[in-house]
Nanobody, 113 residues
Framework: QVQLVESGGGLVQAGGSLRLSCQAS????????MDWYRQAPGQQRELVAA??????NYADSVKGRFTASRVNAKNTLYLQMNSLKPENTADYYC????????WGQGSQVTVSS
């Protein structure tokens, strides 16, 4: 069983950067599928980044600004978010799936104008 604990959210001004971390309690080496979602108030959950092996696809709205990565040796996933905009304000969730389906608890990101 893998548990994911997120950190790194917070309040940032428009144009700023944040890096979300998603720390796994166990080895993630064998779990290849990694996703990041977000959910803004009153809206449906939206897929932000989807990683399948070496390839990551991003939502059009974040392309060129967000980067998803993982360090297996640290059992940690990351979402680097640059040039943040107020419309990026949301709760962000990491997900690992393949051998099981695991979710982080969510990180709140607020971008002020």
């Amino acid at each position: 069983q893998v548990q994911l604990v997120e950190s790194g959210g917070g309040l940032v001004q428009a144009g700023g950067s944040l890096r979300l971390s998603c720390q796994a309690s166990g080895s993630i080496f064998s779990i290849n599928n990694m996703d990041w979602y977000r959910q803004a108030p009153g809206q449906q959950r939206e897929l932000v980044a989807a990683t399948r092996g070496p390839i990551t696809n991003y939502a059009d709205s974040v392309k060129g600004r967000f980067t998803a990565s993982r360090v297996n040796a640290k059992n940690t996933l990351y979402l680097q978010m640059n040039s943040l905009k107020p419309e990026n304000t949301a709760d962000y969730y990491c997900q690992l799936w393949g051998l099981g389906d695991y979710w982080g608890q969510g990180s709140q990101v607020t971008v002020s104008s």
